[in-house]
């Protein structure tokens, strides 16, 4: 079996150039590199990483390398991946199966050919790697110890097999540990998407409205950045706390119709689907641009949006424009994959730094933990704090810590 299935080894030599330059951004993954490259703590494991492939993710893998693990990498949505850096990745004797704007028949090809190296650990970025081994390859599920999840929609999907008991392997729930959530939805998000968005359209932001539909981590986060860059920022949300939320935070809050008229850029943050539909689309002003940060492209609906359009065409990389009979014109960014993945490199080094140094922990522990039950387990609280921790050093800060009386006393209820 050939060992990759890439666009072009010879992109070589610019995929090492990237994973150097976040490597130096990455001090909580280079510490990892240093421990896992004296203690091997992945010697004879087989671990597939299903991800978005750029260049901090390569270095994840390498990391994993070092630490003894034989490693395959896949893509976990066709439009972000670099076929520089996977080709560098093969170049340091990782196996890769992926390549930018993948068919649907190709991205399921390169899951199955990555699922043909046998994994007995895997990572996971939205749950595409986990539904091929619990439909089409059961044969593989009786060797797999475990893996890791990486995003909040991913964890939905597990948490609903776990449900119905057709989890049949312990996945780790990296999304939901602190020192990922915090950090990587609300800043890594917020930022991520406004880069891409900028450097795709060149437009300003200052003075327009935007309208963001979720208000979670990631919502939050995106809105946050959206009034930084001095927009107007009103937030659709299904959730009353969140909406509040929302208020308190100083942004306005409304009914999706209600914004539909006069915002200028709509981005979805809900992992949900259809949120922008058709009768959405329909009261929208001439220019507006839609976007969405969501894993999946179904949060608005393109055909939808293709049928209510009498004409369709790409005006700029990562930008087609949709005519409506009146002469309106709508924008969508990205064929409305998640925006900051398709259209920019994804989320800062300094934030993924923490998300894949928690990411490598939990495969550590799976390792080292043979008997953890089949299902959804959070992140040891142990690792959380390691990787905060680590991160703290790393920017030189330091932190005060309980004296043993404190302790007693917040254990205490008679005092
Ligand atoms: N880079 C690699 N994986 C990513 C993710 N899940 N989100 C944002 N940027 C990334």
């Keep these: 079996m050939r060992e990759y299935n890439i666009r072009d080894i010879a992109l070589a030599p610019s995929g090492h150039r990237k994973i150097e330059w976040v490597r130096q951004f990455m001090p909580v993954l280079n510490r990892l590199n ?21 260049a901090k993710t390569a270095y994840l893998a390498l990391t994993l390398q070092a630490g003894g693990a034989k490693v395959a990498v896949v893509a976990s949505n066709p439009l972000s991946t670099q076929d520089d850096v996977v080709a560098a990745l093969v170049e340091n004797g990782i196996s890769a199966y992926a390549w930018y704007k993948a068919t649907d028949e190709e991205y399921k090809m390169h899951i199955n050919q990555a699922l043909d190296f046998k994994p007995d650990l895997i990572i996971d970025d939205g749950g595409d790697l986990v539904s091929a081994l619990h439909t089409s390859r059961r044969e593989l599920l009786d060797r797999i110890q475990g893996g890791a999840e990486e995003t909040t929609t991913g964890i939905l999907r597990l948490k609903a097999m776990a449900k119905e008991g ?16 915090l950090f990587d939805n609300r800043y890594g998000t917020g930022q991520s998407v ?6 795709t359209t060149n437009l300003v932001v200052a003075g327009k409205t935007v309208c963001i539909i979720g208000y979670g981590w990631c919502g939050k986060g995106v809105a946050l950045r959206a009034k930084g ?24 809050v409304k009914k999706l119709k209600e914004a539909a008229p006069y915002a200028d850029y709509f981005i979805t943050v809900t992992g949900n689907k259809n949120v922008i539909h058709r009768e959405h689309m329909q009261l929208m002003k001439n220019g507006a641009i839609l976007a969405n940060a969501g894993h999946f492209d179904v949060e608005i609906c393109k055909p939808d949006l293709a049928q209510i359009s009498i004409s369709q065409k790409t005006v700029k990389p990562n930008i087609e424009e949709f005519i409506l009979p009146d002469g309106r014109k709508i924008y969508l960014l990205a064929e409305g994959r998640l925006v900051n993945l398709a259209a920019g490199d994804g989320h800062p080094a300094e934030v993924m730094d923490m998300s894949f140094a928690l990411q490598a922990l939990a495969l550590d522990y799976l390792a080292k933990n043979k008997e953890i039950e089949n299902g959804v387990h959070n992140v040891p609280l142990e690792i959380d704090n390691k990787v905060a921790l680590m991160k703290l050093n790393s920017l030189g800060l330091n932190i005060d810590s309980l004296t043993d009386e404190q302790v007693r006393y917040l254990a205490a209820w008679q005092e």
Excluded at 194 to 199: E, G, K, V
Excluded at 229 to 252: F, R, S, Y
């Design 166 to 181: 057709k989890l049949c392997f312990p996945m780790m729930a990296v999304n939901d540990a602190r020192s990922k959530y």
């Design 229 to 252: 860059l001095g927009a107007k920022v009103v937030i659709c949300e299904v959730d009353p706390v969140k909406a509040n939320e929302a208020w308190m935070d100083g942004h306005d």
């Design 34 to 54: 240093q421990e896992f490259t004296d203690q091997k703590p992945f010697a004879g494991k087989r671990v597939v990483l299903c991800l978005h492939l750029e």
């Design 194 to 199: 406004w880069d891409a968005i900028l450097r």
